[in-house]
């Protein structure tokens, strides 16, 4: 699996997610039913996403895996299995929010794929680069 390609997607993914709850937190408050006085929540969100998409962004010429770039896989990993957690957590009480199916899908696949970048040797992934 190439690292770099996978850096790219999640930070496009989560650099498109950042940018919608930072620039229109109102609108997203609105959406799911809540008050607006949520907005300033959803702003604060949106700045974690985007840190991360950046990066990400950074990170995505560097060598991942094993104890290589570790900190940035964990991180990705970490974010992306909790984040299915709470995602199937909220699917299973708000049911109504059939667009959180794709978003959850798309944590999933993110958690599988920064999984198997921690627990697989980078050397392994050069060898299959070539």
Request: proline share 2%; hydrophobic share 55%; charged share 10%.
């Amino acid at each position: 699996m190439k690292t770099k390609t996978l850096l790219i997607i999640s930070s496009f993914m989560l650099g498109l997610t950042g940018i919608i709850l930072l620039f229109f937190p109102q609108e997203v408050s609105h959406y799911l039913n809540l008050n607006e006085a949520n907005s300033i929540f959803f702003q604060i969100l949106g700045s974690l996403y985007l840190g991360f998409a950046m990066l990400n962004w950074t990170a995505k010429g560097s060598l991942l895996g094993g104890i290589y770039g570790r900190p940035v896989v964990i991180g990705n990993f970490t974010h992306f299995t909790i984040g299915t957690l709470a995602l199937i957590k909220w699917i299973l009480f708000y049911n109504y929010f059939q667009y959180i199916w794709g978003f959850t899908i798309l944590y999933f696949i993110f958690a599988v794929l920064f999984g198997i970048v921690l627990f697989t040797s980078p050397r392994l992934k050069i060898q299959a680069d070539r």
